[in-house]
């Protein structure tokens, strides 16, 4: 049911495509995690990713950044492209590449150190010279607004925040080096409905500059956030269209199925 590689790439999309994944398979050991995968993540959009659990959707966004490259006996094989570039060969600089393909977790993972420390570790290892520094932390915190409320706090300690402010900085952090692409593995999980809605509206704002990939199990969310949507099941891609399509008239009777919480 999956889309072929040969559909994908006869189509004409309006959308520039950041990430091209052709014929993806994934194993953990002998097992089978990700089948056939082929998808097109446009470019400055929110993607959502959803699908019951255990049917690939952290294994598939954790291959946008090589994430589980150290997983004893997991390995993939096919192709993945960042605005055209191989990203799954030998050759492929890791610290480079996810610094242009950053992740936010579940559960908010600040440093256990100062605001100020936690925006400016990733420039620090990417040689980022001192002077840029405070403009950089300024500008991260701004861009997830949380400028205003920490700016006279800028060394208290992360661990202090409230989980919504942690996960904001833990955003901070990732935007302080630059990235390109923003994967998210139900970032809102840890978060009650306001603050989620208040990260919702974060992203909009976000997928002006980036590219975002969210999995999430909340189907509102997907709904209301997402640009673009693909069902996951078993490890396949069963669909992806926009997100209106993926709601109220898709291809598949089982994305009906889960996206109408007939089934997951
Ligand atoms: N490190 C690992 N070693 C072996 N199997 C794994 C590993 N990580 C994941 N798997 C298996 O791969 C499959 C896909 O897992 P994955 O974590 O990608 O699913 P998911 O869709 O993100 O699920 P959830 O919604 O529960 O987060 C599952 O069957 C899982 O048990
Ligand atoms: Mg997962």
């Given at each position: 049911m999956s889309t072929s590689a040969d559909a994908l790439d006869s189509q004409k999309t309006a959308a520039e495509v950041k990430i091209r994944v052709r014929n993806l398979d994934a194993y953990y050991g002998s097992f089978h995690a990700l089948k056939n995968i082929n998808l097109d993540i446009p470019s400055r959009a929110i993607t959502s990713i959803v699908g019951?659990?255990?049917?690939?959707k952290s294994t598939l966004l954790r291959c946008f950044n090589r994430?589980?490259?150290?997983?004893?006996?997991f390995r993939v094989k096919g192709e993945i492209r960042l605005d055209g570039g191989?990203?799954?060969?030998?050759?492929?600089?890791l610290t480079q590449l996810r610094k242009r393909v950053g992740m936010v977790f579940q559960r908010p993972n600040p440093f256990p150190l100062s605001v100020f420390e936690n925006v400016v570790y990733g420039p620090r290892v990417h040689g980022e010279e001192n002077s840029r520094l405070a403009d950089l932390v300024e500008k991260s915190l701004r861009a997830t607004d949380l400028w205003d409320d920490l700016k006279d706090r800028l060394g208290q300690n992360a661990l202090s925040l409230s989980a919504e402010q942690q996960q904001r900085l833990c955003i901070s952090r990732l935007l302080a080096v630059e990235p390109e692409v923003l994967l998210m593995?139900?970032?809102?999980?840890?978060?009650?409905p306001f603050a989620t809605s208040r990260i919702e509206v974060l992203m909009q704002e976000l997928k002006q500059d980036y590219t975002i990939i969210i999995v999430t199990h909340n189907m509102q969310q997907a709904s209301r956030a997402s640009d673009y949507c693909g069902f996951m099941w078993l490890g396949e891609l069963v669909e992806f269209a926009d997100t209106p399509t993926i709601f109220t008239k898709p291809r598949n009777p089982r994305t009906e199925g889960y996206v109408t919480g007939r089934f997951g």
């Open positions: 019951p659990s255990g049917c690939g994430m589980s490259d150290g997983i004893r006996g191989d990203i799954l060969g030998r050759g492929v600089e593995d139900e970032p809102c999980s840890a978060l009650d």
